[in-house]
């Protein structure tokens, strides 16, 4: 029974108690006053906190913290923006489509896919406004959930910021009405960045605020410790003899080809960060992380995302050819030209490599059009031969 209820009973047949409420004792022992009290108050609604991804310069930690959180029925949780990086919490469930790829949720759900074509123009894309703005609306802010439906925050603000946002997100909460496990991901990192909401009723264990807290930075502690075990790629230059005397180099792009244990810990550098080649040497790029290889000789650079009227009104936000396709006018790089290997990744259609031959000397910038931002750049100097 109910302590609130157990108290009433008491007062009924204890006549001679002079009031109502937590001081009455029970007759055989049982509920004290300062008992009812503090459960009372164990039991009020509380907010807890969930960050949302995490590091700094270039160390990008792709993860909720911490990952999974128990909560009473009736509480709320706040996800906060932890990180440059734009993310999104996006509990699934059914959505008006269209769909994407269904990596960790239940067989024959979807989630929203990242890009949509824009009409009448073959190759180029825009973000799915699932992905961006606040679903349903901007009502789904501060609001209750009880499972079952798709609701997004929309994109917390990022570095570069995203255009078309009529707000700007840094936190995002919920409160959960119905017990259940509730799943969750960050549509801008499907696969790698989700959590888990568990709910239960009013009277079982939970952890406490500060618990949570404690919990989530423990997490962030250990996927740093990743990174900086990583960071030693910084100086590891990787070669082998070409042809005609020539040096072929290689440089990765982010950290996923020597992970060393978790897709989360990312690191947005190349790797290394700056070589010297030789006349007639080339260098080839590899990344399964998207990443982009690209020299610009005119700044500033092309801007990762436009804002367009479409034909019909509509608003899109689309991604830029200049900074997405690949653009290279001939094998060997020309200073005076833009050469832009587009974005490299597992299942793209640029492929997670790309190769340029240098034979002019110099000292030559070049950067990750998606992570410029964050400090993802390198250069290559060229020495005569």
Same mark, same amino acid.
């Given at each position: 029974?109910h302590?609130?209820?157990?108290?009433r009973?008491?007062?009924?047949?204890?006549?001679?108690?002079?009031?109502?409420?937590?001081?009455?004792?029970?007759?055989?022992?049982g509920?004290?006053?300062s008992?009812?009290?503090?459960?009372a108050?164990?039991?009020?609604?509380?907010?807890?906190?969930v960050l949302?991804?995490?590091?700094?310069d270039?160390?990008d930690?792709?993860s909720?913290?911490?990952?999974?959180?128990?909560?009473?029925?009736?509480?709320t949780?706040?996800?906060?923006?932890?990180?440059?990086a734009?993310?999104t919490?996006?509990?699934h469930?059914?959505?008006?489509?269209p769909?994407?790829?269904?990596?960790?949720?239940?067989?024959?759900?979807?989630?929203p896919?990242?890009?949509?074509p824009?009409?009448g123009r073959?190759?180029?894309?825009?973000?799915?406004?699932?992905?961006?703005y606040?679903?349903?609306?901007?009502e789904?802010?501060d609001?209750?959930?009880?499972?079952?439906?798709?609701?997004?925050?929309?994109?917390?603000v990022?570095?570069?910021?995203?255009?078309? /946002?009529? =707000? !700007? %997100?840094?936190?995002?909460?919920?409160?959960?009405?119905?017990? $259940?496990t509730?799943?969750?991901?960050?549509? *801008?990192?499907?696969?790698t960045?989700?959590g888990?909401?568990?709910?239960v009723?009013?009277?079982?264990?939970?952890p406490?605020?500060?618990?949570?807290?404690v919990?989530?930075q423990a997490q962030?502690?250990?996927?740093t410790n990743?990174t900086?075990?990583?960071?030693?790629?910084?100086?590891?230059?990787r070669?082998?003899?070409?042809?005609?005397?020539?040096?072929?180099?290689?440089?990765?792009?982010?950290?996923?080809?020597?992970?060393?244990?978790?897709?989360?810990?990312?690191?947005l550098?190349? /790797?290394? =960060? !700056? %070589?010297?080649?030789?006349?007639?040497?080339?260098?080839v790029? $590899?990344?399964?992380?998207?990443?982009?290889? *690209?020299?610009?000789?005119?700044?500033?650079?092309?801007?990762?995302?436009l804002?367009?009227?479409?034909?019909d009104?509509?608003?899109?936000?689309?991604?830029?050819?200049?900074?997405?396709d690949?653009?290279?006018?001939s094998?060997?790089?020309?200073?005076?030209?833009?050469?832009?290997?587009?974005?490299?990744?597992?299942?793209?259609?640029n492929?997670?490599?790309?190769?340029?031959?240098?034979?002019t000397?110099?000292?030559?910038?070049?950067?990750?059009?998606?992570?410029?931002e964050?400090?993802?750049?390198?250069?290559?100097?060229?020495?005569?031969?």
């Amino acid at each position: 029974m109910h302590l609130l209820g157990m108290a009433r009973l008491a007062f009924l047949s204890l006549a001679t108690t002079a009031a109502l409420g937590f001081a009455v004792l029970v007759a055989n022992g049982g509920l004290s006053g300062s008992a009812a009290t503090a459960s009372a108050a164990a039991q009020e609604p509380k907010t807890v906190t969930v960050l949302v991804g995490g590091g700094q310069d270039t160390v990008d930690l792709l993860s909720f913290f911490p990952r999974k959180v128990r909560i009473h029925v009736g509480d709320t949780i706040t996800w906060k923006q932890n990180s440059d990086a734009a993310h999104t919490v996006s509990l699934h469930g059914a959505f008006p489509g269209p769909g994407g790829a269904n990596l960790f949720f239940d067989p024959g759900t979807t989630v929203p896919g990242a890009n949509l074509p824009v009409p009448g123009r073959p190759g180029v894309t825009q973000l799915n406004p699932l992905q961006v703005y606040p679903f349903p609306g901007p009502e789904v802010l501060d609001s209750v959930y009880s499972g079952g439906q798709f609701v997004s925050s929309g994109r917390f603000v990022g570095t570069p910021p995203t255009p078309g /946002l009529d =707000r !700007d %997100v840094f936190e995002f909460s919920l409160t959960f009405d119905t017990p $259940g496990t509730y799943e969750y991901l960050c549509l *801008t990192h499907v696969g790698t960045m989700f959590g888990t909401v568990e709910v239960v009723g009013a009277t079982s264990d939970v952890p406490t605020a500060a618990d949570i807290e404690v919990e989530g930075q423990a997490q962030i502690a250990a996927l740093t410790n990743l990174t900086e075990r990583e960071k030693a790629q910084r100086d590891n230059s990787r070669s082998e003899p070409g042809p005609a005397g020539n040096t072929t180099w290689y440089v990765m792009a982010g950290n996923h080809f020597f992970q060393l244990g978790d897709l989360r810990a990312t690191l947005l550098e190349f /790797l290394p =960060r !700056d %070589v010297t080649v030789t006349a007639g040497d080339t260098i080839v790029w $590899g990344s399964t992380g998207f990443h982009s290889v *690209t020299f610009n000789p005119a700044p500033p650079p092309p801007p990762l995302n436009l804002l367009e009227t479409l034909p019909d009104g509509t608003q899109a936000i689309i991604n830029n050819p200049l900074a997405y396709d690949p653009v290279k006018p001939s094998a060997v790089y020309d200073p005076t030209k833009l050469f832009n290997s587009g974005n490299l990744a597992q299942a793209q259609p640029n492929g997670t490599a790309w190769t340029l031959a240098f034979e002019t000397p110099g000292v030559f910038e070049y950067y990750c059009a998606v992570h410029r931002e964050a400090g993802m750049v390198g250069t290559i100097t060229v020495l005569p031969r």
